[in-house]
């Protein structure tokens, strides 16, 4: 019974990662249809930015939860900006374009970043220092979830709810709504869509930042290809959801996470990543409007 | 003034982009000897080609958005202007004696340089046919296929294994690895006969991936991780060869190749099929009501396409002797994709050349080994920015009606 | 000479639901040989998700479509795929122009004669002397159907260069060239000024006189529509509201309320 409350717990961390990240998908699919598909770059430099920050903290002599904070707001700010220019150059040129070339210009942005930071960092796997420490309270149930998969279970769960309300309480989540319902209507009333797009591609960003912090901290090593990995399970979990669908990033992120979490531990773990594109693969081709999403019926 | 006006945004860019870089480019974090680095060279290097770069892009997009008045900049536009290169492909007076001089050289290369040199051509051939055959489901079938690497895999694979465990010849393998390819790229392409666009690229994508993992995971089959090592070179009638002629043999055997798919692809893309391929990739529901098969013509895409890819995967393992499933990554896929983006869908010359540049200027320019794989990323997206059709356009075939050629025969 | 008039398109009770919405309710209608039949109805009224239930990009919910091929057995082709609808015999335009745009004009109308020729890959490969006349033959009869539209000049340009009144009618030679015995035009004349409808009324009637072919149009223009129907039906709201000659038609008081608002004084 252990055995299982600790995978189950494992996979909800998984997934709560996954849900953070998969989120940024689905709002940049359902504004503007497009995947992007340099996502999961954002989330691998948000990771770096953390590390580096609070790798110069540690060696300049600071300690202890202001590393932690200063790294996520530091790497929060940097996915932000990461995320707006990346949009900016290599999306916004393309909104009427056809749909082929803006999903080669986001295949050719993910190679770029990938290196960029492979040339900027090397290709090593860079020590993540454990930023988060370890709760007294915790030690009980330490067999089972430790002290970061807590942290990121609240944290995701904080985010989430937070991400919910903005969307649904303030001024720029009813445009972020307006503008992914119909574009033209939501410039017509006066909604400036690109700067709506710009904060649909932050938001995202902060998100997969906050994931990056967590994921590096919980595993303990990043290097450059972390994005990749990432990306693709995050995509599975958004579409798995229905792609364009909030709560279903969420839901979608969460059930992969377990599903995953479960074969890996009842049957392989060789396999897990395949598991992974299985599911996507099944999806696509089954069901592409997901668990939450509505089949839409091409007009002819 | 204008000019100003560019040297603020420039300097604007060149602030953003230091910040921007800054954790990264700067900072280089120690951990094993608890030092920071600062490089500070690599700010100036920053700051100085933002400029630049912001500068070149603002023309750029002026020139862009001054250009787009005339609506002929799509991805498979056409020029309406014979540029030089176009000049150069059509006019024989120009083309026979440029053909003529590359003929040559392509057969005196071996005989001239030493056999790195042809090693390394031998790959670029390699890339030059897989590009053409993807550029079959992906330039003319408009199928975004992301998992192309996999029946390069397959081809591979196929050698290794029948060679190694079985004692089949280097010349039975090749076209079995070229029809396993084909059969592989059936089966796969079945399931995502509704996929389109987005989604499509994804689950081939996906496929790809699960194929290496495959490789890497199933030990009994693929040897797993560790590979498939002693794969028999070519041999020429039985007639044992050494590292360096049988290296010239399978350069002239990719030329002959080469040829062989350049011929194939140009009656491919003037025919019924290839035309089919292109009213699917323009639209698929009016070239459906048409009367075209869709699940016939997408399998056929992504058979013929896939057949090429595990042509020279067969070569490829015969070349390199060892194979093991690190080879056969997205990163591959993606560095065919980008030939066939940068050549210009559909365009076989556009995508001969731009397999050459792609694979040959990395090799010569040995200084910017490392940057290849962000010069393909970044000259995919300025592509699709500035030259979606790609290097050489779309120009479409005009046919000669019955009534005038009678005309001109009867003179 | 009179011919007895045969059926060649039969639909009964023809539905369609979408979840909960219902586009096509119990729509009987028939289109016989040497007719053109027309279809009208305010927008909305379902009359391009029949053409599509027709066509086979839609299967349909309830009901029966039957085709009678010239020559051929009587088939049921209820769910059965667009291409394979046109091989039988019946071709169609959109209603939103789907050229292929970035092919010439010639090859837009060539690819109408795909389900009409047989050449494989191994043919395109090899090209044999079965190939090469089979690809002069579609060749010259693409010529000779942009002669019938009047689209000749503009054989190699690229379809998306043409003029919007052109593209309608390569639609048009593009659905000839699969060689129907039934054509199904989703309002070809939308968008056209009175000199183009003029010649596309003219067009249409040859096509019926010389070819061959019936027609069974969509339209909104009633000029054109009473000019050179022989039988008109009424949709509105999906369901089938009056049908008739025209003369019928244009007195009808159902189909006259059907349209107050919409403008039917062309009629």
Redesign the interface.
């Known amino acids: 019974m252990d055995y299982f409350l600790e995978l189950f717990l494992s996979g909800l961390t998984r997934g709560s990662i996954y849900a953070l990240i998969a989120l940024g998908y689905t709002m940049v699919y359902g504004i503007i249809q497009l995947i992007n598909f340099a996502h999961g770059e954002i989330y691998m430099i948000g990771a770096f930015v953390a590390l580096v920050v609070s790798g110069v903290m540690t060696i300049y002599g600071f300690s202890g939860v202001s590393i932690l904070i200063l790294a996520a707001l530091i790497a929060i700010i940097y996915s932000a900006a990461y995320g707006y220019t990346l949009e900016k150059i290599a999306y916004r040129p393309l909104r009427n374009a056809p749909r082929l070339s803006a999903l080669i210009s986001a295949i050719g942005m993910s190679l770029f970043l990938q290196n960029y930071v492979l040339l900027a960092q090397t290709a090593d796997y860079m020590p993540f220092p454990e930023l988060v420490p370890e709760f007294a309270f915790m030690e009980p149930i330490a067999h089972i979830m430790g002290s970061a998969e807590l942290v990121i279970l609240i944290t995701s769960a904080v985010t989430m709810i937070g991400l919910t309300l903005l969307i649904k309480y303030t001024r720029i989540g009813k445009a972020m709504r307006a503008t992914q319902q119909d574009m033209v209507m939501a410039r017509l009333t006066g909604i400036n869509v690109d700067r709506v797009i710009s904060v649909t591609f932050v938001i995202g960003s902060v998100l997969a930042a906050i994931a990056g912090v967590l994921v590096g901290s919980y595993i303990g090593q990043i290097n450059y290809f972390i994005g990749f990995m990432a990306g693709v399970k995050a995509f599975t979990a958004a579409v798995l959801g229905g792609i364009g669908n909030i709560p279903g990033a969420a839901l979608g992120g969460l059930v992969l996470g377990l599903a995953e979490a479960m074969a890996a531990g009842y049957i392989s773990s060789a396999y897990e990543d395949v598991f992974a594109f299985g599911v996507l693969v099944l999806i696509l081709i089954l069901r592409p409007s997901g668990l939450l999403g509505k089949a839409v019926k091409q007009k002819v | 003034m204008a000019m100003l006006s560019y040297l603020k945004s420039s300097s604007i860019a060149a602030v ?1 982009f230091v ?3 800054f ?3 700067v ?3 120690n ?1 094993l000897k ?3 680095e600062w490089r500070w060279m ?1 700010m100036l290097w920053v700051a100085i080609g933002a400029f630049i770069l912001s500068a070149v892009w603002r023309w750029a ?1 002026q020139r ?1 958005a001054r250009g787009s008045g005339n ?1 002929e900049q ?5 020029d309406s202007k014979p540029s030089l290169g176009q000049r150069l492909l059509e006019d024989p007076k120009l083309n026979r004696p440029v053909l003529g001089v590359v003929v040559v050289l392509a057969l005196l290369m071996p005989w001239i340089s030493e056999m790195y040199q042809v090693t390394i051509w031998v790959f670029a051939l390699i890339y030059v046919v897989l590009g053409l055959g993807l550029n079959i489901t992906v330039g003319l079938a ?1 199928l ?1 296929d ?1 998992g192309y690497v996999a029946f390069f895999g397959v081809g591979a694979y196929t050698y290794a294994i029948l060679n190694t465990r079985f004692g089949l010849d280097f010349w039975v393998c090749l076209p079995i690895g070229g029809l396993t390819g084909a059969l592989v790229g059936v089966l796969l392409g079945f ?2 006969l ?2 389109r ?3 499509l ?3 081939t ?3 790809g ?2 194929a290496k ?2 490789y890497e ?1 199933w030990e009994g089959v693929f040897n797993g991780a560790k590979g498939i090592e002693k794969i028999a070179r070519p041999g020429f009638f039985g007639v044992e060869m050494d590292i360096s002629a049988a290296t010239t043999f399978t350069y002239y055997l990719m030329l002959v190749i080469v040829v062989f798919t350049i011929f ?1 692809t140009n ?2 893309k003037d ?6 391929w ?2 699917l990739r ?2 698929e ?10 699940a016939k013509t997408k399998l ?1 895409a992504y058979a ?1 396409g896939a057949f090429w890819a595990g042509l020279v995967g067969v070569i490829f393992a015969s070349q390199t002797t060892y194979i093991n499933p690190a080879s056969f990554d ?1 990163m591959l896929s ?1 560095i065919v ?2 030939m066939v ?1 940068l050549g210009g869908m559909g365009s076989i010359v556009g995508v001969v050349i731009a397999a050459l540049v792609l694979n040959l200027l990395p090799e010569y320019l040995r200084a910017f080994e ?2 290849r ?2 010069v ?6 300025l ?3 500035f030259r ?1 059709q790609g290097l050489v356009a ?1 120009v ?8 005038v050629r009678a005309e001109e025969a009867n003179g | 000479m009179a011919e007895k008039a045969r059926k060649l398109l039969e639909v009964t009770e023809l539905t369609m639901d979408f979840g909960g919405l219902r586009a096509v309710d119990s729509i009987t209608l028939e289109v016989c040989s040497g007719e053109i039949v027309a279809l009208i109805g305010p927008n909305g009224a379902g009359k391009t998700t029949f053409f599509n239930c027709v066509t086979g990009i839609y299967k349909p919910t309830r009901g029966e479509i039957l085709v009678h091929p010239p020559k051929q057995k009587t088939q049921k082709i209820n769910g059965f795929k667009p291409n394979r609808v046109t091989a039988m015999g019946m071709a169609r335009t959109f209603q939103n122009i789907r050229l292929f745009q970035n092919m010439t004009v010639l090859e837009n109308v060539m690819i109408g004669r795909h389900c009409r020729t047989t050449t494989n890959i191994i043919g395109a490969i090899l090209r044999g002397r079965n190939t090469n006349r089979q690809e002069r033959e579609t060749i010259d009869r693409s010529y000779e159907l942009l002669e019938k539209v009047g689209l000749v000049n503009f054989a190699d340009e690229f379809a998306k260069n043409l003029p919007y009144g052109a593209q309608r009618r390569l639609e048009i030679a593009r659905a000839m060239a699969t060689d129907p015995f039934l054509l199904l035009l989703d309002e070809p004349a939308a968008g056209m000024n009175p000199q183009e409808t003029k010649a596309l009324d003219e067009l249409i009637v040859r096509i019926k006189d010389t070819e061959n072919i019936s027609i069974l149009l969509i339209e909104h223009d009633m000029k054109l529509v009473m000019n050179i129907s022989e039988r008109i039906y009424v949709m509105e709201y999906g369901k089938k509201i009056a049908q008739g000659s025209p003369q019928e038609i244009r007195s009808n008081p159902k189909v006259i309320e059907a349209y107050l608002g919409e403008g039917g004084d062309d009629a």
């Not at chain 2, 479409?396 to 009534?403: D, L, P, S, V």
């Open positions: 953003w910040f921007l870089t954790p990264l480019m900072v280089k974090v951990t608890n030092t920071v690599n997009m862009k609506k799509e991805v498979s536009g056409v408009g975004l992301l399931p995502i509704r996929l666009g987005d989604y690229a994804i689950v994508l996906g496929f991936s699960i993992i495959v995971n194939v009656r491919l025919s019924r099929i290839g035309r089919a292109m009213a323009e639209d529901i009016a070239c459906v009501a048409m009367g075209v098969d869709m056929g013929l997205f993606a994709l980008s983006v490392d940057y794989m962000l393909f990323g970044a000259v995919m997206v592509m699709m920015l979606p779309n479409r075939k005009t046919y000669t009606h019955g009534k």
